[in-house]
T-cell receptor, first 116, second 109 residues
Framework: EAGVTQSPTHLIKTRGQQATLRCSPISGHTSVYWYQQALGLGLQFLLWYDEGEERNRGNFPPRFSGRQFPNYSSELNVNALELEDSALYLC???????????????FGDGTRLSIL | GENVEQHPSTLSVQEGDSAVIKCTYSDSASNYFPWYKQELGKGPQLIIDIRSNVGEKKDQRIAVTLNKTAKHFSLHITETQPEDSAVYFCASGSYIPTFGRGTSLIVHP
């Protein structure tokens, strides 16, 4: 069974640009979660999508947005990039399970976003 | 919102020793408590989880205990091996997850 795949592996941008990160969930999983992992910090919850709908978002500004496609893959868009957006962005998927804890989350290996 | 404190931030043990990592949480409505292992350059991997209606769960050398009254849960690894070296994260929450800041476990051969 293929795991969660994320692309690109690395992404280098400059301040003010826009970044798009992509995630393909495990086959059969309908929920996709996005997290930001800044250096030395734990994972910060960004967004949760299920069945194409945004179900919840963490404490991040609106320039962080995303969507989920009919095939359950997802993309994360970050507009007006700032230096502090430099981090590892992780995607996780799970079977549909409603709120947190309904089903275990399986993570991809992330996209390293560097802002110059 | 939920606040999760994880200790210690670094734990160094000899191969064969036991390792214990503790987390405390603030939201009494939290009902799911997973532990993840993250190796360098990889995403977190779920190693064990526990739900609020269970006090302890074991899986071979790994166990998790939960004390809902005191709002803390712990990861126990017995007979540690060098391949257990990684960063371990706890998480909790009732609707969305909050993660601890991680514990870097170093197992010396």
């Amino acid at each position: 069974e293929a795991g969660v795949t994320q692309s690109p592996t690395h992404l280098i941008k400059t301040r003010g640009q826009q970044a798009t990160l992509r995630c393909s969930p495990i086959s059969g999983h309908t929920s996709v979660y996005w997290y930001q992992q800044a250096l030395g910090l734990g994972l910060q919850f960004l967004l949760w999508y299920d069945e194409g709908e945004e179900r919840n978002r963490g404490n991040f500004p609106p320039r962080f947005s995303g969507r989920q496609f009919p095939n359950y893959s997802s993309e994360l868009n970050v507009n007006a990039l700032e230096l502090e957006d430099s981090a590892l962005y992780l995607c996780a998927s799970s079977l549909e399970g409603g709120n947190w804890g309904g089903q275990p989350q399986h993570f991809g290996d992330g996209t390293r976003l560097s802002i110059l | 919102g939920e606040n999760v404190e994880q200790h210690p931030s670094t734990l160094s043990v000899q191969e064969g020793d036991s390792a214990v990592i503790k987390c405390t949480y603030s939201d009494s409505a939290s009902n799911y408590f997973p532990w993840y292992k993250q190796e360098l350059g990889k995403g977190p991997q779920l190693i064990i989880d526990i739900r609020s209606n269970v006090g302890e769960k074991k899986d071979q050398r790994i166990a998790v205990t939960l004390n809902k009254t005191a709002k803390h849960f712990s990861l126990h690894i017995t007979e540690t091996q060098p391949e257990d070296s990684a960063v371990y994260f706890c998480a909790s929450g009732s609707y969305i997850p909050t993660f601890g800041r991680g514990t870097s476990l170093i197992v010396h051969p």
